[in-house]
């Protein structure tokens, strides 16, 4: 028809008659049941003479003069001309295109707030206080750009009986769903009104030729006059005969019926698609969309880049929707085909496949405690192969970025970080889920292939640069307070080999400051999955609060180097202070809704400890496992989205004996001695088990706590009470540099069966310049924590260690290190009159002043 048509004619003055305007406007007006007919070129085109209809006819039918409005609806989306975007409440439309054309718009005059799409009760306020001077209602019947937003039923037939109330043109935009896209000629034919304005634009000419046109009534047609509108293109010769031939092939070939049914064909295939990857998928016929969850800083841009790789082009809107409206001649072979690409395609984004071998996982374990408190402890893990030490570019996909570069920058090979407020109660609760719960900010790192001068400075940058990622005083971390440990840390399956560095802040604070850029480095943040329960007003309010990561390298079984990065996040939580009783669900105690699984995610699970008896829960779990010998109910976010776990406890004198969990080793460590000279520290360790335990013992004390080394006395007091001296089978000390490095002293001991170890040593207290002292002097100084560490042993009694059996759970890692950190002590050290400087400097002014005012009046005084 196009190329007959362009052969014959192609345009003519709108002054003369041609022989395919009339039929056209006869054969469109019939096709579609309406009485008259205005062609234009474009949809936008199309939506501006709609609303000129609209403001005319108000002014001849409502006797409104320049103050009548045409509103529509927030989300929409009908062209961008002048007119049309002061409807719209898209920003990226409107910024810097003011001011627009008053009383056209999607919002309502008295309060300012939008009128919703949706939502008939916003139309029906704002026509019960305005419907005199409104002249029309603009509206997509399913929102395209929006992101194929498809309405509940009824809401476009109220509307529709709202208008009518009100004598409102109802005006029906369909020009991207009109003309059998819906699975009927239009879109609106699902609702069974009929508009007194439709818009038609895009498939009016099949996609040949840009055709767009209003149609109505003769009232409203006729309101505008000849010569009031027009356009030079409009129905011309060409897009007449175009448009007649588009509209003969959707009727000839049925188009409209293999919309409905291919449409149907086409979501069924989609929501088949299992991946928590797929939020949602709607639409009607063959006008469908996908909404994703963003991913790792992914969009459904990246999704649509993988699909275009497979040969596939579809379009995202608003980052989280891709619009996939195939051409109605598309064959159910083909489409089939466009199934099994997304299928493919969504499997390669969901799985980390976009950047090769990355994979995630997220875990939460609940465990009642029993004094009646609750641990809930979070681990976000992800593996991915190491990059080459010569790769110039740098992917991260669910690895964070911050982490990755850090790590490179300063060559660190292995890194571990914890913040840690409130003790752990180990007699109370056992073991802790981690193996590091020293109150403060503690930072250790294996910096590989450096000396040590060399290690010194990036352990520097190292530090500076975590400061600033976690907002912490981690750049307070330098020489005076760094240890090189040789054998308490001696257990990490680092890959390689380097200079060990140790720091600890005893008196960091630990607030929402450190955690809200620890919820950043989380491929899903707080937006899916676990995250969602990162609730800091709850996890703060606690008896205990651990978070911290940990990055290490392994080598894999086909000699690989693995990069392993573990987020974990303990709390204990007590449900009484919170006013919850004996039955209390998992949102009520963090206040947080589960949601659906982090699409990144391939394994993301709630494991609860139970005790033997007296503890029900709802709903029923996907599995029951053993934890070293724990019973322990799992719930798979996959399986059960959106659960939420209620817990329900026996009276406490029906509960049954809950089971005992202590610690195999303890470690206690005391400040003794008096005055402002010298002191002490005194420890006391403690082997519960039927075997001897060996240790590795590491105390780091700052320079001005001078230890003499000589001083150090062990005594081991056995089962029967007797008491004998125990040396170490290894000794490593270093003196403190005064301002230059702390004194470390580290050891290794076998302690006795079932015994109770005592260490100490002696001290003298330095002097600081006043500067030195903190802003609280008097309070004294904080002592970081003594660390024992140990291997268990299964044969020297106890159970396994919590840490150790999560991780043999989810990684099935053999070893079991155990590490126990003692409690902070304070240091009063001789504490300068702080009143002194004030009363100098108060006494010189005084002096300046007196003398400066006698000069000042011989200078400036005639005396006579």
């Known amino acids: 028809a196009l190329t007959e048509q362009a052969s014959r004619l192609c345009l003519s003055s709108r002054a003369f008659y041609n022989d395919r305007l009339g039929a056209a406007e006869r054969f469109i007006t019939e096709f579609f049941g309406y009485e008259m007919m205005l062609p234009m070129n474009t949809g936008a085109e199309a939506v501006e003479t709609a609303i000129k209809l609209a403001r005319k006819w108000g002014h001849i039918h409502k006797g409104l003069n320049d103050d009548g409005y045409v509103i529509g609806v927030e989300g929409n989306f009908h062209g961008r001309t002048m007119g049309i975007i002061s409807m719209s409440t898209d920003p990226d439309c409107r910024n810097g295109f003011g001011p627009f054309i008053p009383n056209i718009t999607a919002v309502n005059p008295d309060t300012g707030s939008k009128i919703r799409y949706n939502h008939a009760e916003d139309l029906e306020a704002v026509l019960k206080t305005h419907g005199a001077k409104v002249a029309g209602f603009l509206v997509e019947p399913i929102q395209g750009e929006a992101g194929i937003k498809v309405p509940e039923p009824g809401y476009l037939k109220r509307c529709y009986e709202l208008c009518k109330q009100y004598n409102v043109l109802f005006i029906c935009d369909e020009i991207q769903t009109g003309i059998a896209r819906t699975g009927t000629l239009l879109a609106i034919e699902h609702e069974q009104i009929r508009p007194d304005i439709v818009i038609l634009g895009k498939a009016l000419s099949g996609g040949v030729y840009p055709v767009s046109a209003v149609l109505s009534s003769r009232e409203v047609m006729l309101s505008i006059k000849p010569g009031e509108h027009g356009s030079t293109y409009g129905g011309n010769p060409l897009a007449c005969a175009v448009a007649v031939a588009a509209l003969e092939v959707v009727r000839d070939e049925n188009l409209t019926e293999r919309a409905k049914t291919l449409g149907e064909r086409f979501r069924e295939g989609l929501r088949k698609i299992d991946s928590p990857l797929i939020k949602d998928v709607r639409g009607r016929g063959l006008l469908n969309a996908i909404e994703v969850n963003p991913v790792a800083g992914k969009t459904a841009w990246d999704l649509c880049l993988l699909l275009r790789d497979r040969g596939l082009l579809a379009k995202p809107t608003h980052d989280t929707i891709i619009r996939l409206a195939p051409p109605l001649t598309i064959t159910a072979e083909q489409l089939d085909e466009c199934i099994d690409i997304i299928i493919k395609a969504v499997a390669d984004y969901s799985h980390g496949l976009l950047a090769g071998a990355e994979s995630f996982a997220e875990d939460l374990l609940v465990k009642p405690l029993q004094d009646g408190r609750v641990l809930l402890h979070f681990e976000f893990s992800v593996q991915r192969t190491a990059p080459a030490a010569n790769e110039s570019l740098h992917h991260y996909e669910l690895f964070p970025r911050q982490i990755g570069e850090i790590s490179r920058r300063y060559n660190v090979d292995e890194l571990h970080l914890s913040f840690t407020q409130g003790g752990w109660r180990e007699s109370k609760w056992g073991y802790p889920p981690v193996n590091s719960q020293g109150i403060g900010a503690e930072v250790r790192a294996r910096i590989k292939g450096s000396n040590v001068v060399e290690s010194e400075r990036q352990w520097k940058g190292l530090t500076n640069a975590l400061s600033g990622v976690f907002c912490a005083s981690l750049n307070f971390i330098d020489k005076t307070n760094t240890a090189t440990p040789q054998l308490t840390f001696v257990d990490t399956d680092s890959a390689t080999s380097g200079v060990l560095r140790h720091g600890y802040l005893p008196r960091e604070n630990v607030c929402t400051e450190n955690l809200t850029p620890w919820i950043k480095q989380l491929p899903c943040q707080s937006k899916s999955g676990l995250g969602l329960l990162l609730n ?69 699970t709630v494991h609860v400890i139970r005790p033997d008896s007296g503890l029900t829960l709802e709903p029923k779990p996907d599995s029951a496992t053993q934890l070293a010998g724990r019973n322990v109910s799992v719930f798979d976010l996959r399986s059960q989205p959106s659960v939420d776990i209620t817990f329900e406890f026996a009276p406490r004198k029906d509960s049954g004996a809950w089971p005992s969990e202590r610690t195999l080793v303890s470690a206690h460590r005391y400040v003794t001695g008096h005055g402002g000279s010298n002191g002490g520290v005194e420890t006391t360790l403690t082997n519960r088990g039927d075997v001897p335990v060996s240790i590795s013992y590491l105390d780091v004390l700052p320079w001005y706590l001078r230890v003499y080394s000589h001083t150090l006395v062990i005594q081991t007091q056995a089962a029967d009470g007797s008491w004998t001296l125990l040396r170490p089978t290894t000794t490593h000390f270093t003196p403190a540099i005064d301002r230059g490095r702390p004194s470390s002293l580290e050891l290794a001991l076998v302690l006795p069966a079932s015994s109770r170890t005592t260490l100490r040593y002696s001290f003298d207290k330095g002097f600081l310049k006043y500067t030195e002292h903190p802003p609280d002097a008097n309070r004294g100084f904080n002592i970081g924590p003594a660390i024992v560490s140990y291997q268990h042993n299964a044969a020297g009694g106890g159970e396994l260690p919590l840490h150790c059996a999560i991780e043999q759970a989810l990684t099935g890692a053999s070893e079991c290190t155990v590490r126990a950190y003692t409690e902070l002590f304070l240091a009063s050290l001789p504490t300068p009159d702080f009143s002194m400087p004030y009363n100098v400097i108060t006494f010189t002014c005084t002096i300046l002043a007196l003398f400066f005012g006698r000069i000042f009046n011989l200078l400036t005084r005639d005396f006579a």
Not at 546 to 567: N, V
Not at 577 to 593: I, K, P, T
Request: proline share 4%; aromatic share 8%.
């Open 536 to 604: 800091p007003y709850r996890l703060y309010n606690s008896d205990f609060h651990s978070m911290g990561l940990s990055l290490i390298s392994t080598k894999s079984a086909d000699g690989k180097t693995l990069q392993q990065y573990k987020q974990h996040l303990s709390a204990v939580v007590d449900p009484s202070a919170l006013g919850l009783g004996d039955r209390w669900s998992l949102s009520e105690l963090v206040d947080r809704q589960l949601g659906a699984a982090c699409p990144a995610a391939k394994r993301s």
